[in-house]
């Protein structure tokens, strides 16, 4: 429970974190919108990271994401892993990479399993084992630790205590932990964004090293990403039979800021990119969206929103509505209710999508 310090109005859907209600941050002004940007400035302090995207003009560019970061000799860009050493950006790149990886026994909790190949078995049997879930394969789980926003619901903020590691991993070692119960690599985490180099480079080896094996090539992105980045991982993921998982989290500008501290502008553009793909292979879906329903701030407005701009692209673009739980600096919001869920389930169907489902249920109250 939060008072809107705007408004003065109070509900137990208002986060401490900002206490500002979503509809005063619809229509924020410049004030109240510095006050938004010193939340996250203060909530990346802790972890050395740096407050802002640098922009100093004598920095070397960073074009991996939208951040842009000009990185000057010794510094780091935003996502923490990208680092300029004597003139030369390092991180993230084939050679080193700040990454995890296990194994996830298929059919998996992924946002994707109603309707991708390692979930359905669709696409068999060029790019599924067997025509069901695809039981006795394993998916190879890739977190990358670092990311390009900044997100204070985040679910799996802990990567921020690793961006900076000095113990990294080449694409060569990821590549050889594909073995033959291996049948898809997801690259998440954080995101793959900012190291995807190192990503595209290892999907490149396994595809060669194992030419006669089903492997997908998936990724579960906020997609922030350079759109020639992105063209290389819908051409992986195009052959190999996986898919590009888009997190949609808001449609207004000012909501998006304030729940991830930085613009929705590049994924909205590089989603309606991928959308652009799907027809090259449509036996099996390429692209998926999920939004994830933060009580309070992701309701029906932003819900209909992003349905209408996915439904306009694409009406057959599955669509995966989440439950939400407070976790890293929302801990205070309620979990999301079904009385939420299926209002927004209903909303987007309404905007034309024909694929729309809630996957969390079991957190939902
Ligand atoms: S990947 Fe993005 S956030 Fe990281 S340094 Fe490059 S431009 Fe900045
Ligand atoms: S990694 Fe790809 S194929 Fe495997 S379960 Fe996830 S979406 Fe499906
Ligand atoms: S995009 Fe995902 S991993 Fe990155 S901060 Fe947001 S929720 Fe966390
Ligand atoms: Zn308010």
Known sequence: MAICKNCGKSSENITKVLTLCAECIRCADNDVLSEIKEVHIKSREKFGLPALPPYNQEGRLCRFCQNSC??????????????????????????EAAVSWYYDPLPTNCVADWVCAGGTGTGYPKWAHQARAEYGYQNLAVFYEACTFNCLFCQNWHYRKNSKTRETRSAHELAEAVNSRTSCICFFGGDPTCQLPHALAASRLVRKQNQQQILRICWETNGSMNPNLLDKMIDLSLESGGCIKFDLK?????????????????????FARTAQRISERPQLPLLIASTLLVPGYIDRNEVTAIASFIAELDPNIPYALLGFHGDFLM???????????NRCLQTAESAGLKHVRIGNTHILT
């Not at 801990?331 to 869920?341: E, I, K, V």
């Open 250 to 270: 808001a449609m207004d500008q000012n909501i998006h800021y304030a729940l991830c501290g930085v613009s929705n502008k590049r994924t909205l553009e590089n």
């Open 331 to 341: 801990t205070d919001l309620p979990r999301t209710s079904w009385g939420q869920a």
């Open 70 to 95: 000009h990185i000057l000799i010794g510094e780091r860009g935003y996502c923490g892993v990208r680092r300029n050493e004597k003139g030369h950006l390092i991180g993230g790149t084939p050679k």
